[in-house]
């Protein structure tokens, strides 16, 4: 947009060269504005003093560059041709930070030093707050005893490749066992909470039945605990498969199969369900004379209905079926995982 009122700012012949690189300058300015100031907030809530060695690190490689950076973005390039430059800087930083990023694991020292030096607390263990016994039911105070708590956090957090970065965490508890957590940041965990608490209710009616206590119906879940708006810790759940691995998996081996007779052509990358979904959506939306809707609720129901159809018909039903049969010892071991 700067660049087309810039080429027609040039075409005016009424001003002065003076004149136009003023009001390049002011436009620019105007609307550069909201970018500058979310980028100088940015740049104080890193330039405070640093807490960590990982925070020393991050003002020592980048401080400089911020500010240097975000001074060059304020001041309005000379001319159109010159507006792609002011990003270059950010670009550097980025692709930097980008291989800093490709890194397996961190030290918590170095990011949480007060993590990694606890001993002991009688914070309780996310997800086990249950095991507190309310002797007292009178009382202002509950008895904690038999809680389980965390004892300490170990050295090495993972990273998970991701698109959020999260964090993989063990923590140690007070009765010695280890407890896995998955950290997200830039996510809001307070629906998939109330989703836990909904599963734990309905497991609670089954159990009421005497007729769903004989046919063991129950539904796993998993502890959900947010710490805020924006960040929270998920309960590992260990020997699991996700249905993403399956459906991808099942991609892989059918353009392996389709391309085995044919050496000259190499195989083509495997397609993202998100690409084959809006491959399929963006055609559907133009047929109803939708160019450009920006929220999904918009979308009228027939369309998403009639996609949805269409993505199920290339994909096998027997899919999950396969993956739990081979998946299971025998016979006996699938029945019981179909059934449940």
Known sequence: MLKEEAARIAENST????????????????????I????????????????TAHEVWFRKEYGEQLKS?????????????????????????AASLATYQRKPFIYLSEVAPQLASLSSSD????????????????????DVQGIITISSFCEQVT????????????????????????????????????????????????????????QSLAIRYYSVTPISGRAGLIQWVDNVTS??????????????AAGAGNTNNPVPPVPRPSDMFYGKIIPALKEKGI???ISRRDWPHEV????????????PRELLWQEMWCASEGFRGFSLKSKR
Not at 162 to 190: A, H, I, M, N
């Open 291 to 293: 160019r450009r809707v």
């Open 36 to 51: 500058i100031v979310a980028l100088e907030r940015r740049l104080a809530s890193t330039s405070r003093e640093p807490e």
């Open 15 to 34: 001003l002065s060269h003076i004149e136009k690189k003023k009001i390049n300058a002011a436009k620019y300015s105007a609307m550069m504005a909201p």
């Open 159 to 214: 990273i998970l490749s991701t698109k959020t970065k999260p964090k993989k965490l063990v923590l140690l508890g007070s009765d010695g066992q280890k407890y896995t957590y998955l950290l997200k940041g830039r996510e809001d965990l307070r629906l998939d909470a109330r989703i836990m608490q909904l599963l734990q209710a309905v497991n609670s009616f089954l159990n009421s039945s005497t007729h769903s206590l004989c």
């Open 304 to 315: 998403k209905r009639t996609v949805l159809l269409d993505l199920m018909k290339d994909t």
């Open 69 to 93: 950076a975000i001074l060059a973005f304020k001041t309005p390039p000379v001319s159109a041709v010159q507006l792609g430059d002011v990003w270059r800087p950010f670009d550097a930083i």
């Open 243 to 256: 249905m993403y691995s399956i459906y991808r998996s099942w991609q892989i081996r059918q353009l392996a």
């Open 123 to 142: 914070v309780p263990m996310p997800g086990l707050e249950k095991q507190i016994l309310m002797h007292n039911s009178s009382s202002t105070s509950a």
